[in-house]
């Protein structure tokens, strides 16, 4: 075993270049790059239940979720994570505070968002989205600068235990969404992100669409105004910004 251990940050990239030697003779037998480590970057990050139905639909966060993403990925990548899980946002104890102060307004939310009720089985992603980023704002957090297209310096994610769908055809269930702004010429990903109800089960399904938050494009993405150096077929890599089958996902992952 080769215990190779960096004392002080690196303001450069190093190579460690590995020797065997045996009777006289030197060979290389291996290459190690350390990259750059002396600027640490510092990532936020807002973990949000929600519920619509009084509390008995919160989904619950797994335990090891805060642990994964503070010491076992993004640190990787030499970033310090500060993760919160925030107070669950109740849709319908607000509604219902809403109606006690003023019954107008709450008629009046009640009516921008009755698609969340009357056909909650049949909503789309962009919806969800569109819904989580306006609601939060105004009636949790005032001070929340929710942004899709990620000027502000906290990721929002919302948890919830619905599910989703993308396409037209409604039949692809979502593990979760991020925004994305392709309007200017180059790719923006908005500051918040949907984990649904089979998302949440794994850990896998927060790094990936954190990872988009944070500007991070899947593995094998090649769309315009991509960065993406090298790009991978889709579903053959263990990368965290690919897309991989259930069998690869579990729980032993993270």
């Known amino acids: 075993i080769l215990n190779i251990k960096c004392v002080n940050a690196l303001n450069k990239t190093e190579q460690i270049r590995v020797f065997a030697k045996r009777n006289g003779f030197q060979f290389e037998v291996g290459k190690l790059n350390v990259y750059k480590n002396n600027i640490v970057k510092k990532a936020k ?31 990787q990548a030499i970033i310090d994570v500060n993760v919160q899980i925030k107070k669950t946002m109740d849709v319908r104890k607000i509604i219902n505070i809403a109606m006690q102060r003023n019954p107008i307004i709450a008629s009046s939310i009640m009516g921008r ?6 056909n909650k089985d049949n909503i789309s992603s962009a919806m969800y989205l ?11 957090d005032k001070n929340a600068k929710i942004d899709r297209g990620n000027s502000g310096n906290i990721t929002y994610v919302f948890v919830t235990n619905r599910e989703s769908f993308s396409g037209s055809e409604k039949t692809d269930k979502l593990d979760g969404e991020a925004t994305l702004d392709q309007s200017s010429n180059e790719l923006k990903w908005g500051d918040l992100c949907v984990i ?9 399904t927060y790094l990936h669409e954190i990872g988009h938050t944070l500007g991070l494009e899947h593995s094998f993405d090649n769309i315009k105004y991509s960065k ?6 889709r579903g053959y890599t263990d990368n965290t910004l690919d897309y991989l089958s259930n069998d690869v996902i579990t729980k032993d992952r993270t």
């Open 45 to 75: 990050i807002f973990i949000i239940p929600v519920s619509f139905d009084g509390g008995a639909d919160t989904p619950k966060i797994l335990p090891n979720l805060v642990d994964v993403l503070k010491n076992k990925s993004f640190n």
């Open 113 to 118: 968002y009755s698609y969340l009720w009357l």
């Open 130 to 140: 569109d819904f989580f980023s306006k609601f939060y704002t105004e009636y949790m």
């Open 196 to 204: 649904y109800k089979n998302g949440a089960k794994n850990c896998y």
């Open 228 to 233: 993406n150096k090298l790009t991978f077929r």
